[in-house]
């Protein structure tokens, strides 16, 4: 069964830090997915990871994916409060179906 | 627009009563799938469908039924809703399985008492 974990689960920081958010996902996988929830809405796609050693960017946001290691990481820089939100990870499955397994999210807050 | 639609977006309703939860996309995708989100727990997977009269389970599928007899149209369907189905449902579609991006429906909160 695959699991996929993220951490922090929770995240405050002041703007103009910088951090990083893990996850861990525990069988191969060569598709890894960044999304960003806001309070009552749905999911905004930010990244899609699908080989070792991609980075991708945008904005103050960049994703990277360690296949080897099954580790993606999402880096803040700079951060500001619009960057407030919760974000997922989530990982496909090809040989079940296509599934997405998410981690738990980690609940981002920016404070001024 | 390009959207996945779904209705209702909240709803009540007492344990046992059968209702259905509807998802329409009109991009013509193959690929459509249902989602819970509790807290703590992320997203897991209903169902899903890769194309007309092709479904499958997820990882939570008890309590729940699907269908999918037109190719835009996704259906939820609790036969006898319990309190433990009380969650967040979001409906997803993409254009095959192979394809990287996702659509998601603005959600259903449902609660049942």
């Known amino acids: 069964e695959l699991k996929v974990e993220q951490n922090p689960l929770f995240l405050s920081m002041q703007e103009g830090k910088n951090y990083t958010i893990y996850c861990n996902y525990s069988?191969?996988?060569?598709?890894l997915y960044w999304y960003r929830q806001d309070p009552g809405k749905s999911l905004e796609s930010l990244f899609v990871?699908?080989?070792?050693?991609a980075v991708k960017q945008e904005g103050r946001l960049m994703a990277s994916l360690d296949t080897k290691a099954r580790l993606s990481t999402l880096h803040i820089t700079a951060a500001v409060h619009d960057l407030s939100a919760t974000y997922f990870c989530?990982?496909?499955?090809?040989?079940?179906?296509?599934?997405?397994?998410f981690g738990e999210g980690t609940q981002l807050t920016v404070n001024p | 627009e390009a959207q996945v639609t779904q209705n209702p977006r909240y709803l009540i309703t007492v344990t046992g009563k059968k209702l259905t939860v509807t998802c329409s996309q009109n991009?013509?995708?193959?690929?459509m799938s249902w989602y819970r989100q509790d807290p703590g727990l992320g997203l897991r997977q209903i169902y899903y469908?890769?194309?007309?009269?092709?479904?499958d389970k997820g990882d939570v599928p008890e309590g729940y039924k699907v269908s999918r007899k037109e190719k835009r149209n996704f259906p939820l369907i609790l036969e006898s809703p319990s309190p433990n189905q009380t969650s967040l449902y979001f409906c997803?579609?993409?254009?095959?399985?192979?394809?990287?991006?996702?659509?998601f429906g603005q959600g259903t909160r449902l609660t049942v008492v």
């Open positions: 469908s890769m194309n007309v009269e092709v479904t």
């Open positions: 991009m013509n995708h193959e690929y």
């Open positions: 069988t191969t996988s060569d598709r």
């Open positions: 997803a579609s993409r254009r095959t399985r192979l394809d990287t991006e996702a659509f």
């Open positions: 990871l699908l080989s070792n050693g």
């Open positions: 989530a990982v496909e499955e090809e040989t079940s179906g296509s599934r997405l397994t």
